[in-house]
């Protein structure tokens, strides 16, 4: 988009806003507790403008405004009935001044440091005129307009002014009238159908092919409406209506210019103010505007949601929102907003971005309802929605400014297992527009966060029990052992071991089994008898393996069986010549005794027939031997 444009296309869009000549009653009885010199009672308002005005007074309102039409003046009622919460959070504001003797301005003699609304004076909360139902404020900028002019005129006299009005402050506020001589009148809530708010969608003719119903084309918002509704931005009043004419609420114009801006809410958000609905539309963008600074409400507990928004609020929401440095020439581009005036930076704002050009060519109307039209065509301009306000070209694009966001919370990080305060961290990412007003551009910094977070860890056990351990005997071939399991349990944030042991069967040792003729050593391999000590089995006849002593070991002589030659192996036995075991019966011939075999000299080892190599003084003795005891055999069982 060029930097600028030809003067025709900006001129088409510095257009004034009317003058609102009509009044937005909702007849809608609302109770409330005002105060009467500190004691609270009960009464009734209703709604002008968004303002809450008592019931009574209302009536007598409403006849002063028309008569004041009917002679070309608008009046403009900028605060009506206050609760306790408005009325204090006015009082402290304006408290912040100096003593008397301090450089002075033209209020009282004391200066306003740093006092909210030019440093204006707020009754004692439970004593103000406005608490009690019978004060409102009426847009004079200062005793200068005409509305200031035409109140003024009617006088002073007896009872008061004619409609029942009467500036009774000292020093004099221009602004502020107390009804002071209550009279009959007839409000716009009196009579058949008084009850039905003002403000109801209805059809115009020639808008029966528009996007709304009730704005024709060429009608004053029509085209931004559109755009509005094009960009996701409001969905109208209605199905297939604008309302353009209604006032725009407070929470309506937060609601709009947060999502104008793009900026993410949180759908689930709390309301954090007293007097916002649980569940409403708007509480998630009033929460993020009051995070974002760009409202802390009407009080310190109330944001005043259904309040007709004025021009001069508005202007602040919006420049807040659009996060652009503010502008404060040393004069003043309109007569009804003064230097001094809280909302001044922001309204010249909106004038130097060409988002207004005020409701006539010399004012800006700041107390004046802002309604649903002007709330469109505000935010069309200041997004440039249409893409033809040069005024804007800083940073239009993807809406950055006021976009700052903090991302999510790392998890909590603890310096041991049971830490009870740990830290996290979080980026954040702030949008803004830098440079002059009418040149900036967008520009992001971003900047890391830490945070101290807890856990509760006093008597927690941390991940439950571990494993048990290897069932450890109490001593060799024990039957019985012991496992262990341990744990740790916090404590004040100090760490504890727990253990817990329990006895337990162990695997059987290979060493401790029972079986037929255990080796000594485990490595012996299963088979035939096991040799021990390099001794030959007793297999040497062909007959059955004989089996050891009954005491497992192999130290001890093999004891002779029928049928078996009478020679055994010889386990270190003594006596030369034999093997140290007694002869077997003979089979063959009763009552002859075997022939002993000679056996090795005492202290040896003979294995017999066995193959095994003999262990004899000369080798030829051993074979001679084999050889007989074969023949013997034979001869036996032949």
Known sequence: ????????????LLVTFPVNAQLNVDCTPIAETGYDAGTPFSLTVITINGKKVEEDLARAYFAMYNAAQAEGVNLVLSSGFRTHA?????????????????????????????GCGSCNIAATPGYSKHQKGDAVDISTNGGTNAAYSWLKGWGYTGSGHAFGFADTFNPPEPWHWVYVNPGTWVGPCDGPGAS??????????????????????????????????AAGITNGCAVDYFCPNCSTTRA????????????????????????????????????????????????????????????????KFLIETLGVPTVSPASPSFTDVSQGDWGYPYVETLKAL?????????????????????????????????????????????????????????ECTFASTCAEIGTRARTCHAFSCVGAVTDATCAETTSDESDSCSRDTDGTVV????????????????????????????????EAEDTQTQSCTPADDPDCAPGPDAAPDAGAAPGPEPTPDGVVSDSSDGGASVPDATDGSDSAADTA???????????????????????????????VADTTVPGAPGGGTSSGCSGAPLQAPAPWLGMVLCLWVAARVRRRHT
């Open 354 to 410: 060409c988002i207004t050009t005020g409701c006539s060519a010399t004012t800006y109307c700041p107390d004046e309802p802002v309604t649903r039209a002007m709330a469109a065509i505000f935010i069309s301009r200041a997004w440039d929605l249409a893409d033809t306000n040069d005024c804007i070209s800083y940073c239009d694009s993807d809406a950055c400014a006021g976009a700052s966001f903090c991302e999510n919370w790392s």
């Open 463 to 494: 991940d439950g029990w571990g494993p048990w351990s290897d069932c450890a005997p109490t001593a060799q071939c024990a039957t019985t052992g012991t496992r262990s399991r341990t744990r740790v349990i916090c404590s004040d944030g100090s």
């Open 561 to 591: 069986q029928p049928g078996d030659s009478g020679s055994g192996p010889v386990d270190g036995g003594s006596g030369a010549g034999t093997d140290g075991a007694p002869a077997s019966p003979d089979d063959d011939a009763p009552g």
């Open 196 to 229: 039905e708010p003002a403000c109801t969608p209805s059809p115009v003719a020639g808008a029966e092919s528009s996007v709304f119903k009730d704005l024709p084309p060429g009608a004053f918002g029509q085209k931004e409406a559109e755009l509005c509704y």
């Open 86 to 114: 408005q009325q204090t959070y006015l009082y402290d504001c304006y408290q912040d001044w100096v003593s008397a003797g301090s450089p002075t301005n033209a209020s009282g003699g004391k200066l306003c440091v740093n």
């Open 252 to 315: 309506m114009a937060v609601t709009l210019l947060i999502r104008a801006a793009g900026i993410p809410v949180d759908a689930n958000a709390s309301p954090s103010f007293t007097d916002l609905t649980p569940g409403a539309y708007y509480v998630p963008y009033v929460e993020k505007a009051k995070e974002l600074g760009i409202t802390q409400g009407c009080s310190a507990t109330e944001f005043c949601p259904n309040d007709a928004v004025t021009r001069k609020e508005f202007a």
């Open 1 to 12: 988009m060029p930097l600028l444009r030809s003067l025709a296309a900006m001129l088409t």
